[in-house]
Every structure is written in C-alpha cells, then in structure tokens.
C-alpha cells in the first residue's frame, strides 16, 4: 500500500536559518505530490504540488521542493525561515489507485525561534 | 471566493449524543471532501462528494457516519451514537474538478470543527 513518511517529527531551528522538511514516499508508479501547512487553529493550505515537468518546484512563502523519483523524495526547503513559518507542514502523495485520494504523512512540527 | 467555511468550529458533546457538522465549500466547486485529522497525525480521507453524488466513502466511516449534500452545494456529516473515539478535527475541503480525464487539482480546506466526546 501506498505510504508517505515524514522523517522528522520535530524541526526545531533559528529565525533566518535555512530549513529542509524530509518526505520519503513508497510507490512504483506515477503519483502526484503535494506539501501543505497548517497554522495554529487553522485549516491546511496548500504550499506546493508538483505533478509533472520540472522536479523544482516553487510555492508560496519561499518554500520549493524537489521531486527525486529514484530516491522516491520530496523534500521541502526554504533558504531563510521566519518566526511566522512556524507551523506544522505535511506531505501528501496522491492514491496511484485513486487519484482523487491523498495519503498523508504524520506531520513536521516547524519551530522557528528568535 | 470567501474560501471553504465550517461550523460549529467547536463541539463538546456526551457519548451517545448526535451530532452534526456543516460545510460550505467555495462557490462553484463541484468536489467535496470529508477528511478526520486526530493529534499528531495527518488528515485521513473519510468521503468524497462530486456534485450531489456522494462517489466514494472510506472503510473507516462506521454507519454511524453519513454524510450528504443534497443540492451539490453545502455538505453535512452527521455522527450518530458518538464514542470517545471519535473526538478529532473534521475537515472539509473542495475543489473545481471537471469531467475530463482526471488531473489532480488543488484542494481547499476549511478551518475544521474540532469534536471533543466526554
């Protein structure tokens, strides 16, 4: 079955310091991958998706990642966090079965400090 | 585009008790999507609405779920019975799909009601 894991539970790191969220997927096939964030109480926006073309992608808020389909990653990076960054982030991987359904991971808890 | 909205944003309620969440997704979308997120985890897929068509519902919606959106525009989930277990964040999102051949398209979550079941 499909799976997606976010390898860090807890990234915590200084304000303007650059940060890389890990996502490793399992699948054999084509999949659709997606980072969203979710902030304190609030509902999960989308940061980034890529889908096909370029492995580089670019999203809101500075963050892009990069699609390794040998390593079967998605890591999510910024060069410079700031103290609003600090949320928990979220890979998701469209259901190769399905592609309507998205498998998630467990969650990256991004703490920016002063 | 006032975005997809929830209500309540919060509810406590007995076990035994019913209880029932409202979705308003964005105007126009024809896809809607039930989601239950516990702490620490990611969201897990409940149920999926294209237009009024409810398409596709998980192994993990008990019958004591059901969820309808009669006029393919707001939805409603209702929980019948409730159990501790069931506290959780519910999330709705919604997007604009069409018919043709299916390329994933973005999907737009709502701030979610968080069920807390004594």
């Known amino acids: 079955a499909q799976s997606v894991t976010q390898l860090d539970s807890q990234v915590p790191v200084f304000e303007e310091a650059p940060v890389e969220l890990r996502c490793n997927y399992s699948?054999?096939?084509?999949?659709?991958l997606f980072w969203y964030v979710q902030y304190p109480n609030q509902g999960l926006q989308l940061l980034l998706k890529?889908?096909?073309?370029s492995t580089l992608v670019k999203g809101i808020n500075g963050f892009e990642a990069e699609f390794n389909k040998s390593q079967t990653s998605f890591h999510l990076r910024k060069p410079s966090v700031h103290i609003s960054d600090t949320a928990e982030y979220f890979c998701?991987?469209?259901?190769?079965?399905?592609?309507?359904?998205?498998?998630w991971g467990l969650g990256t808890s991004l703490a920016v400090n002063p | 585009d006032t975005g997809v909205s929830q209500n309540p944003r919060h509810k406590i309620t007995k076990r035994g008790q019913n209880v029932t969440f409202r979705c308003d997704p964005i105007?126009?979308?024809?896809?809607l999507y039930w989601y239950r997120q516990t702490l620490g985890q990611g969201p897990e897929f409940l149920t999926y609405?294209?237009?009024?068509?409810?398409?596709?519902k998980s192994r993990l919606l008990s019958d004591r779920f059901s969820a309808e959106r009669p006029k393919g525009s707001f939805s409603t989930l209702e929980i019948q019975r409730t159990e501790q277990g069931d506290s959780a964040m519910y999330l709705c999102?919604?997007?604009?799909?069409?018919?043709?051949?299916?390329?994933?398209?973005?999907?737009?979550f709502g701030p979610g009601t968080r069920l807390l079941v004594l």
């Open positions: 609405f294209q237009n009024e068509a409810q398409l596709e």
């Open positions: 999102a919604s997007s604009s799909g069409t018919a043709i051949p299916f390329v994933q398209e973005t999907q737009y």
């Open positions: 105007s126009e979308h024809n896809r």
């Open positions: 998701a991987v469209s259901d190769p079965g399905n592609n309507r359904k998205l498998i």
């Open positions: 699948s054999s096939v084509s999949v659709y």
């Open positions: 890529y889908l096909s073309g």
